[in-house]
């Protein structure tokens, strides 16, 4: 059993004493909070339930009781981390969960924000560099092969075909910015939220 949900507390190797690998088990489950990464690495070797599914807003996600019966049979909780979902060391809590918790946002250094003279904030939404899902793919394609290594070739597989996809994301994003003839930064990033594609504003300075 996976799951799925970002918090930020915990790591790949905080695993509890129960956990261990799947073996030769024919699927697991996973819990999904914020998008479908998980899904589309894991294909039919892996259920998937989302925790925040579409159009959900995990910053005012309110867990209900069939969220918690799904985390506390779960093998595996994948999280974005960065103090993103505020909620889940409660829920994990109260659940009784004794899952092993990813943080795939792990090896990935947030934008800052300075919000007021010597407060700074991070932004927890890396995601929105196909840079950083990569690496976000990738984490989730280590989890499940350590959990499963049984279908390791397949987990590899399927996060290098949306790595690919990612990468032509990429490649789209920068020609179309590129041709923009605005005169800044602002005026880019703008550009890019009208074309509703995913872009980091960090790369409007480059």
């Given amino acids: 059993v996976?799951?799925?949900?970002?918090?930020?507390?915990?790591?790949?190797?905080?695993?509890?004493?129960?956990?261990?690998?799947?073996?030769?088990a024919s699927s697991f489950d996973a819990?999904?909070?914020?998008?479908?990464?998980?899904?589309?690495?894991?294909?039919?070797?892996?259920?998937?339930?989302?925790?925040?599914g579409p159009g959900g807003d995990a910053h005012t996600y309110e867990p209900t009781p069939a969220d918690?019966?799904?985390?506390?049979?779960a093998q595996l909780i994948f999280e974005n981390g960065l103090g993103f979902e505020t909620w889940l060391d409660r829920l994990c809590e109260s659940s009784g969960a004794r899952a092993r918790r990813i943080v795939t946002t792990r090896t990935l250094k947030p934008l800052e924000h300075v919000v007021a003279p010597g407060v700074i904030e991070i932004d927890p939404h890396?995601?929105?560099?196909?840079?950083?899902?990569?690496?976000?793919?990738?984490?989730?394609?280590?989890?499940?092969?350590?959990?499963?290594?049984?279908?390791?070739?397949e987990y590899e597989r399927r996060s290098q075909n949306y790595c690919m996809q990612l990468d032509e994301l990429d490649r789209w994003i920068r020609q179309e910015s590129a041709s923009y003839?605005?005169?800044?930064?602002?005026e880019r990033s703008l550009l890019a939220h009208s074309l509703k594609r995913p872009i980091c504003f960090s790369w409007t300075s480059r």
């Fill in 31 to 52: 819990v999904a909070s914020t998008n479908d990464w998980v899904r589309e690495v894991g294909g039919d070797d892996v259920h998937v339930t989302e925790l925040v």
């Fill in 68 to 73: 918690a019966a799904a985390l506390a049979k």
């Fill in 181 to 186: 003839r605005g005169g800044n930064s602002n």
């Fill in 2 to 24: 996976a799951k799925i949900a970002p918090s930020g507390r915990h790591d790949s190797d905080a695993a509890p004493s129960s956990w261990a690998p799947m073996g030769t």
């Fill in 126 to 153: 890396v995601w929105h560099s196909p840079a950083n899902a990569q690496a976000m793919v990738r984490e989730i394609a280590a989890a499940l092969t350590e959990a499963d290594p049984s279908n390791a070739a």
